[in-house]
């Protein structure tokens, strides 16, 4: 060891003990940051774990508020924009034996139906969903709906005459919107559920000609619904089918754009629907939830009035689904088509199909 | 005591590299030997976001070189100390952002309402139908030109100084850069288009905030969450991701020469020539210059434009957003430490020399070659992968084990085999400028093969040693897909990037615009610091000073 005192170089204000004290810290202080399994904590029950595909703006503020509240942690995980509520719906099943999640709360309710058709979800019937009407509650408890988003055409009254609006959803592959359409990629999110919809409006031969009018008229994909309207915004397309939050968003930050609501009649004309798509967030209990007691505090919370008003008045402008909270609140949602979500979401594995085969072939 | 220490600290290092590259590439194997499923995706449409990459990815290359070349040129030619160190720093700063603040920054602009903005968008045909993929690529650029201008400047110091001195002899500074030093650096320059190439083909954060969809990385973030349900999920995607692989493969062979030629540079620890040419006028520097900075603060720009003009006041949209990501700051920062530690730990289990023994010089170069193999893997194919073997009931069935869930072991695996990558190839390189006749005395003097690390080696290696650990925590802060792919349950608030990169999709937002602003700001800090740690005069100083002593 004697002749390697010599290669020490000069010392400066660093030297590799620091170094070596630099990596222990980080070590120290990695091990200090892992909590212990909830097993061995001595509150276990005060934590819960939701899975959330509601736009992280305007949940996680409802979250922050709970945890205030209540004084229980909530571990919220969302999903990207990209996989919008598909990826966490996949994840749920997935999870299925040794669930991780205690709360689902999604952005729409194609999802959890599916999610209660496969038995992940567990009944539980919230006390302050009393006054929601039967039809945004599951009749077996599985799930309480709230908060209607609208499936609309966004466009840009500078650039576009009102003449040129379509008056319903099939006029999308008439040749004047040639190259002129946009829409959130169609196997995720409402964008996915709207398609299911159709399809069980329509029927398949009706839904295949959509879909190939659709591809004819070289319709732009968007990653999300926030993306295809900034497509909108950005003139690359002149409409836009989007949900009404992502509208809001737009015309707040001071964006040209507006929407109108196009009726869901069959392109041939044969099935006439009018109003468009109204969807709602949903609520569940996640069977085999590690905290259910916590879990049934946060869905409790999350279907009260109180946030249906908060989501009213956030920037997500979600319509109430409490007729009471409605009238009180002066909210419309126009054109509003009762269809049969539990008819859209049994056929959502084969819009599925028909989307990946015929649309984006 | 100091060699236990290091001996331990190559223990850990070797089960961190196994914990995360080594999963990553045993799972995907173990389940591919399955079999792959089945590709619910039409073969057009594979094949048209195939294409549309590669164009992407080539044009993102291009504008990079186009701007690294400037940069590169004033970074050799700065007459001045303060010069190189400043151009140094504004050319580290873009590396260590998140690349979604420059989209961000560029989606401002793009949807302005000011009409001189109007106007020049218009002009340059900004918002013109179809050139999407050209933002795109352009915002790519403004990410990474760093790489192949710090190549550059590297490589010019090494075997292009003396072909631009005497090109300089009949030509103007600037035309013997361009045509003498330029071409005899071709191998460097191939390597760092390379590398430039791949890092855009991967990236799925940019395309999408600059609406171009139909990329192979985006398409993969969303194969990656319907895959999901499947057992054989990265089997399944590395079925959908083979020929961007094979073609990402070719790529890598591609800069192999480029590279080989750098390794060999560190070896020659007395060479190294600044190339500077008295008779460049200082006007074309001061050009150079200010390109490299408009590049590099215009988000800055932008934002503070931006938040001037917006709907609440600039204190406000602070609070605002420090309130939005608390919860994540503590966690991503305990992930970066922690990513930090652990890449500290693996690139020094690659260091040997030449005394050491057959069986570990091997698994030093079986371990740089995991870490290389998965530095190339798309994000979604790392996340899904680690996902698959440690949220695995039949692997890790008790809760006693139970490392996804209530710790960060997966998101921190997630993140060293992204960039562990970088201290690993740095400690790989320097160890060779170490020099040999300096270990042999140490060995001759009794000491051991690891004492001879700790006591001969790691005080040459330590500054760059922790100048690519602190790299690794900066990527770690700004990495977005893998990170979310993998956000443990029950642990942490999540990761900050994501939340800012899910506040981006938004558009125009005070409260986002202050988010980016907040992601931007440790970049100048570390930059500096870096350069601290790694600034050349210093550790040839070092160098020098122990060849003079041993000399004496």
């Known amino acids: 060891m004697v002749g390697i005192a010599v290669v020490i170089p000069p010392r400066r204000s660093w030297n590799w003990r620091r170094a070596c004290a630099f990596a222990l810290l980080c070590v120290v202080s990695t091990v200090c940051g892992c909590k212990k399994s909830p097993s061995d904590e001595p509150a276990a029950e005060q934590s819960v774990v939701i899975y959330c595909s509601v736009d992280t703006a305007f949940a996680k503020p409802i979250l922050d508020d709970f945890e205030r509240r209540k004084g229980i942690k909530v571990h919220a995980r969302f999903d990207t924009e990209a996989g919008k509520t598909t990826g966490l719906v996949n994840k749920l099943l997935v999870e299925r034996t040794s669930p991780r999640a205690d709360v689902w709360w999604s952005s729409e309710i194609f999802g959890t139906l599916q999610l209660a058709r496969e038995g992940i979800l567990t009944a539980y019937r919230p006390g302050t969903a009393k006054d929601i009407p039967d039809r945004y509650k599951d009749a077996d408890g599985l799930w309480t709906a709230f908060g209607l988003r609208g499936r609309v055409v966004a466009y840009d009254p500078k650039r576009t005459r009102p003449e040129d609006l379509p008056r319903r959803w099939a006029d999308f592959t008439d040749p004047q919107y040639k190259g002129r359409f946009a829409m959130a990629d169609p196997r995720f999110g409402t964008t996915r559920g709207h398609m299911a919809t159709l399809l069980s409006l329509w029927g398949r031969d009706a839904m295949v000609r959509f879909h190939e009018g659709l591809r004819k008229n070289e319709f732009r994909r968007a990653d999300g619904n926030s993306h295809a309207v900034l497509m909108l915004t950005r003139g690359v397309v002149d409409f836009v089918a989007t949900d009404t939050d992502d509208v809001i968003v737009a015309r707040r930050r001071g964006d040209s754009v507006a929407m109108i609501y196009p009726d869901m009649d069959s392109p041939d004309g044969e099935r006439r629907v009018s109003g468009t798509l109204w969807i709602p967030c949903s609520v569940a209990m996640v069977k085999g939830a590690s905290h259910p007691s916590a879990a049934e505090e946060l869905i409790d919370h999350l279907v009260s009035r109180l946030i249906e008003r908060k989501l009213y008045a956030s920037d997500s402008k979600n319509v109430p689904v409490r007729p009471m909270l409605r009238a009180e609140l002066d909210a419309i949602a126009v054109g509003e088509s009762h269809v049969d979500y539990s008819a859209a979401a049994a056929v959502l594995e084969q819009s599925d199909k028909l989307v990946t085969d015929v649309l984006l072939r | ?508 937002h005070n409260q986002t615009i202050a988010m980016g602003m907040m992601m931007m700001a440790p970049a100048v800090p570390a930059a500096v610091l870096m350069l601290s740690l790694v600034g050349l005069p210093d550790r040839r100083r070092i160098i020098r000073a122990a060849r003079d002593k041993k000399a004496l």
């Not at chain 2, 914990?19 to 045993?26: E, L, M």
């Not at chain 2, 139909?214 to 054989?232: K, N, S």
């Not at chain 2, 030449?354 to 790392?382: E, F, N, Q, S």
């Not at chain 2, 990037?497 to 899910?502: H, L, M, P």
Request: contains cysteine; positive net charge; aromatic residues 10%.
């Open chain 2, 1 to 508: 005591m100091l060699s236990i220490a290091v001996r331990l600290t190559r223990y850990a290092g070797w089960f961190a590299l196994l914990a995360s590259s080594g999963v990553i590439v045993v799972t995907i194997v173990w389940q591919s030997i399955d079999g792959f499923g089945a590709v619910d995706m039409p073969t057009a449409r594979l094949r048209r976001l195939f294409v549309n990459t590669i164009w992407m990815s080539a044009c993102a290359t291009v504008m990079a070189l186009g701007l690294a070349i400037p940069a590169a040129f004033a970074l050799v030619q700065a007459r001045r100390e303060w010069q190189r160190q400043c151009l140094l720093v504004l050319t580290i700063i873009p590396l260590m952002t998140m690349p979604s603040v420059f989209a961000y920054a560029w989606l401002l602009l793009a949807t302005s309402s000011h009409p001189l903005i109007q106007q020049l968008t218009r002009l340059v045909g900004w918002n013109s139908p179809g050139a999407e993929p050209f933002h795109a690529a352009w915002v790519l650029a403004t990410w990474l030109w760093p790489i192949p201008a710090l190549i550059m400047a590297v490589s010019f110091k090494h075997i292009g100084a003396a072909t631009y001195r005497l090109a300089c002899v009949d030509a103007s500074a600037v035309r013997a850069f361009f045509f003498g030093a330029l071409p005899v650096m071709r191998a460097p320059l191939i390597a760092a288009c390379a590398i430039v190439f791949i890092l855009a083909a991967i990236d799925s954060t940019v395309p999408p905030l600059m609406l171009s969809f139909d990329v192979w990385a985006v398409e993969m973030v969303a194969q990656a969450g319907m895959a999901r349900h499947d057992a054989r999920a990265s089997a399944h995607l590395l079925l959908m991701e083979w020929p961007m692989l094979v073609m990402l493969a070719l790529f890598v062979l591609s800069a192999m020469p480029g590279i080989r030629q750098m390794a060999a540079w560190a070896d020659d620890v007395g060479a190294g020539d600044t190339g500077l040419n008295p008779k460049t006028a200082s006007w074309v520097w001061g050009v150079a210059l200010i390109l490299v900075a408009a590049v590099t603060v215009f988000p800055i720009v932008v934002f503070v434009t931006t938040m001037a003009s917006g709907r609440y006041p600039p204190a406000e949209s602070f609070q605002r957003a420090f309130d939005a990501v608390r919860s994540q700051g503590s966690s991503t920062l305990i992930v970066m430490l922690a990513a930090a530690a652990c890449a500290l730990a693996v690139s020094l289990t690659v260091v040997d020399g030449p005394g050491w023994p057959r069986p570990l010089r091997i698994a030093g170069v079986i371990a740089v070659g995991l870490v290389l193999t998965t530095a190339v893997l798309p994000p979604p194919l790392i996340g899904t992968a680690l996902i698959s073997f440690y949220a695995d009931e039949n692997i890790s069935p008790s809760d006693r084990w139970n490392l996804y869930e209530n710790t960060p072991t997966v998101w921190v695996a997630a993140m060293l085999a992204r960039f562990v990558f970088i201290p690993v190839c740095i400690m790989r390189l320097l160890n060779r400028r170490v020099p040999q006749d300096v270990v042999d005395q140490a060995r001759a003097d009794g000491a051991s093969r690891i004492q001879s690390l700790a006591c001969a080696r790691l005080p040459m290696l330590w500054r760059s040693w922790l100048a690519g650990a602190m790299l690794v925590a900066c990527l770690t802060l700004s990495e977005v897909v893998a990170s979310e792919l993998v956000q443990p349950p029950q642990w942490g608030g999540g990761s900050l990037a994501v939340q800012v990169d899910g506040f981006m999709h938004y558009g125009r």
